[in-house]
């Protein structure tokens, strides 16, 4: 019974190169979320997405950052041309169904991204 | 803006005592709260939550206290123990939405 999985773990990108985060949620999730941690901070939720959706996306940035969940595959978090101030590390979560109650968004081990 | 606030970074306590774990909001409009506990190299792992129409709730060793006029709440945790020691992530929720605002942080060591 496979959690969140997320890959790669590390990823190094030069400035100006796409990055591609995976994640697969848990057998039988619908609901993911990504969340991005700069370093000595907090999560911050970036989007919500259910699959082929895009639910809520009011923490992604404004340029250069897209996410989806499509019918068949993982979810895909794409951050084009990137910055040093993308380094981070980035969460995914699933969970079965809409809503915070009795309803455990459960977390994957993070992609952690360093832009040299 | 930090909604959700954890104004100590770190905290040690001794193995066997009580661990307390403080929390500050600024939004009224949080309505429920969670605690997760995050080891290095892994992600969040939710511990306990409170709907604000509580004001306490206890899961073995955890109890979750909140005080909704101070805009206030805290993790208890007792009798600590080493696997305890981790990074302790407060956070919040509005009106039966999806996404958890976190906190920063509280660093928790256990001492033997």
């Known amino acids: 019974n496979a959690g969140v999985m997320q890959n790669p773990r590390h990823l190094v990108r030069r400035r100006g190169q796409e990055a591609r985060l995976r994640c697969s949620p848990m057998?039988?999730?619908?609901?993911v979320y990504w969340y991005r941690q700069l370093p000595e901070e907090g999560l911050k939720f970036m989007v919500y997405l259910q699959k082929e959706n895009i639910i809520d996306e009011s923490g992604m940035p404004k340029e250069r950052f897209s996410a989806e969940f499509p019918k068949e595959g993982p979810s895909i978090l794409r951050i084009q041309q990137v910055v040093r101030g993308d380094s981070a590390a980035y969460f995914c979560?699933?969970?079965?169904?809409?809503?915070?109650?009795?309803?455990?968004?459960?977390f994957g081990p993070g992609t952690r991204l360093t832009v040299l | 803006d930090q909604q959700v606030k954890q104004n100590s970074p770190s905290l040690s306590v001794q193995e066997g005592r009580i661990s307390i774990l403080n929390c500050d909001y600024t939004n009224s409009m949080f309505d429920y709260f969670l605690w997760y506990k995050k080891y290095p190299a892994e992600g969040p792992t939710f511990l306990i939550s409170?709907?604000?129409?509580?004001d306490k709730n206890e899961d073995g060793r955890f109890t979750v206290f909140l005080n909704k006029s101070a805009k206030h709440l805290s993790l208890h945790i007792v009798p600590s123990q080493p696997g305890d020691s981790a990074v302790y992530f407060c956070?919040?929720?509005?009106?039966?939405?999806?996404?958890?605002?976190f906190g920063k942080g509280t660093r928790l060591h256990i001492l033997p």
């Open positions: 979560a699933s969970s079965l169904r809409q809503g915070l109650r009795d309803n455990e968004q459960f």
């Open positions: 956070a919040a929720s509005e009106n039966r939405d999806d996404k958890i605002i």
């Open positions: 057998k039988g999730h619908s609901h």
């Open positions: 409170i709907s604000s129409i509580k």
